[in-house]
């Protein structure tokens, strides 16, 4: 059985581990107010069971880190820590991991390039296109795909997409040629990890990453189900800022594939107000 909280002097409150491994789980509370020490509870009981755990914080955790490191190790577990911002530690490459499929989907979403139904859908296209032609020539890197977007777009031109990767050059953390090594999803999937990831909620282009970062973990913790080895618990907080269309589909689908998602915001109308508009709160 999970322990899910105890209340000064009360009997503690448990729910069966199963039934808490196949559902999800919304976690709703102001600042202050215990959030941090319900996901250290959490998250330390599925490191205890053997689980693969992914704690993503877009504004980070004193405490959170050192519990997750301090719990791997007593597990035997690889422990790996990223943060997003460029004063931070790790680096990782978001549109290298997965299939040509899913890297193209992150892509699109990160730079809003997907259909919308206006006017801008022609422009939209022709990009779709440069990112095709990309993904199709480069090693999937930041540096290499916006190299090779400036040179097949005209500098006059308009476009998000070389635009966009110019602001995601400015952060060491998704550069090639870095001296820092580079952080895996797959492989910490492959190995039954323990990732702590620390973004930014000051940050637009931080923001945008930690999205993307997520979409990736969904990606490939379905396009791995059959070599997993171990249950996935994924705990992101502040999801009002990070939430993609697959997180929406992950609430449906993840449990039939060894994941379960704990999504905490600060309050149930968060979850009418996400930071991303394109997406029915």
């Known amino acids: 059985k999970y322990e899910l909280f105890t209340a000064r002097g009360s009997t503690p409150i448990y729910i069966d581990a199963a039934y808490f491994e196949e559902t999800q789980t919304g976690m709703f509370a102001p600042t202050r107010f215990g ?7 959490l998250l330390a009981q599925s490191v205890r069971r053997g689980n693969c755990v992914f704690m993503v914080d877009p504004k980070g955790d004193k405490n959170l880190p050192y519990i997750l ?38 892509m699109l979403s990160t730079f809003k390039l997907e259909p919308g139904g206006t006017n801008a859908d022609v422009y939209k296209s022709k990009e779709r296109t440069v990112v095709d032609k ?22 006059d031109d308009l ?7 110019s602001e ?46 997520v979409s990736e973990l969904i990606q490939e ?24 269309n697959e997180i929406v589909d992950a609430l449906a689908t993840s449990a039939g594939f060894k994941t379960n998602m704990i999504l905490a ?17």
Not at 79 to 96: I, Q
């Open 221 to 244: 913790s379905k396009r791995l189900d059959p070599q997993r080895k171990t249950h996935l618990t994924m705990f992101v907080d502040e999801v009002r800022f990070v939430m993609s």
């Open 134 to 155: 990309v993904l199709a020539t480069t090693d999937g890197s930041v540096r290499q795909m916006f190299e090779a977007v400036c040179a097949i777009v005209g500098k």
């Open 159 to 165: 476009s998000e997409l070389r635009d966009g990767l």
């Open 168 to 213: 995601w050059m400015q952060i060491s953390t998704f550069t090639a040629n870095r001296k820092r090594k580079g952080h895996s999803i797959e492989q910490s999937l492959l190995n039954g990890a323990v990732v702590y990831v620390k973004g930014s909620l000051n940050d637009g282009v931080i923001k945008r990453a930690t999205r993307t970062y």
């Open 35 to 41: 959030k941090g020490v319900s996901a250290g509870v």
């Open 69 to 106: 490191e301090y719990e791997a190790k007593k597990a035997g577990k690889p422990f790996v820590y990223l943060d997003l911002t460029p004063e931070g530690k790790g680096s990782w490459d978001p549109f290298k991991g997965g299939t040509i499929r899913d890297r193209r989907a992150r």
């Open 265 to 281: 915001t600060q309050a149930v109308s968060d979850l009418r107000n996400l930071e991303d508009k394109t997406i029915d709160g």
